[in-house]
């Protein structure tokens, strides 16, 4: 009975410092062993992204945000929340650059014509996030008329996650491939300036992973540079249950990173809860669902710091070197 007593004293004691223990990504400003946690302020804001609504036509295995075809935790932007946020640009002069737009599945959203056309009539670049799938192609017309008209600065950045179907597929579900490549084809075809985004989740290498998607768009036709990080993006893997090392202010050094290249450091979102009046701002594309990142209304109180607490900020950007930043006008 000691021995029992003596092991159920020790499992209860160490359940108790386990309780004790801080949890990591709790504390804005202090890591959970007491560091201070790193921060990154905005230097110049280069892109603003908008979240046009968390519904999609996939239900992917690791989609970075949770979007599917029953989220609507995030509205539908409409053309009028778009407007009023332009109009807070106005006051910037030449500052920002690029609109980025993402979802879910931005096609999706029933303004969206509009709202591309709104932002690339005020001369903006603008970087859209798609599937190249059924949504995107109803929109067929609307989208011949605006690279028509604004076709140098439009860019579509469509979601290849390998440049194999089997792979491909295994994310994104059975037959997404054969229901992306014709999509795929018809932006070539056409002429639309078209990025493609994979990922290096698959035990390759980078070199590997780019000459394989190099082999694909010589097959197919297009004129997609493989080589350029710009032109084919391939993003680490994240998964927010995973453990991964707080960022403290000492990381910089450690790890030779400048947090003026992060994301961050040159963008933000807009965002609509479900049931919300008006649209806000949060920091950047990775952290649409957690209201504590929530910046308010305002681009002028969405200029402060933004502390990095959150698995996405150390695991994606700051370790992972991922950023959704677009490039668009290489």
């Not at 391939?234 to 249950?241: I, N, S, T, Y």
């Not at 450091?265 to 957690?290: E, H, I, Q, Y």
Request: hydrophobic share 40%.
């Amino acid at each position: 009975m000691t021995r029992l007593h003596d092991a159920m004293t020790d499992i209860s004691t160490a359940t108790s410092m386990q309780r004790a223990r801080p949890r990591k990504f709790a504390d804005p400003s202090l890591t959970a062993d007491g560091k201070i946690r790193a921060s990154v302020s905005l230097a110049r804001l280069r892109t603003l992204w908008f979240n046009t609504g968390s519904l999609c036509n996939l239900a992917c295995n690791h989609c970075y945000v949770d979007s599917s075809p029953t989220n609507d935790q995030l509205a539908y932007l409409t053309k009028d929340d778009v407007a009023m946020i332009l109009a807070q640009l106005d006051d910037n002069g030449d500052e920002t650059t690029e609109l980025g737009y993402t979802g879910g599945e931005p096609f999706m959203n029933p303004d969206f014509i509009t709202i591309l056309g709104d932002g690339l009539a005020r001369g903006y670049h603008v970087l859209v996030l798609t599937n190249a799938m059924r949504p995107m192609m109803k929109c067929a017309n609307g989208l011949l008329e605006l690279q028509r008209r604004w076709g140098a600065q439009l860019t579509l950045r469509v979601s290849l996650d390998h440049y194999g179907q089997a792979l491909h597929d295994r994310e994104r579900g059975a037959r997404a491939w054969e229901q992306t490549l014709p999509g795929l084809d018809w932006l070539c075809a056409n002429g639309f300036r078209v990025h493609i985004a994979g990922r290096t989740c698959w035990n390759e290498d980078e070199a590997s992973l780019r000459r394989g998607f190099a082999a694909l768009f010589a097959t197919r036709g297009y004129a997609i540079d493989a080589w350029n990080p710009r032109k084919l993006v391939l993003f680490p893997e994240m998964d927010e249950a995973a453990d991964v090392a707080e960022i403290t202010t000492a990381c910089w050094d450690i790890l030779g990173v400048d947090p003026a290249g992060l994301m961050c450091a040159g963008s933000r979102m807009v965002l609509k809860r479900k049931g919300a009046v008006r649209a806000t701002f949060v920091p950047c594309t990775l952290l649409p669902n957690d209201p504590a990142f929530d910046m308010g209304e305002r681009l002028a109180g969405a200029r402060g710091p933004v502390a990095l607490n959150h698995p996405h900020c150390a695991r994606f950007c700051v370790l992972g070197g991922g950023s959704c930043g677009g490039g668009t006008t290489g």
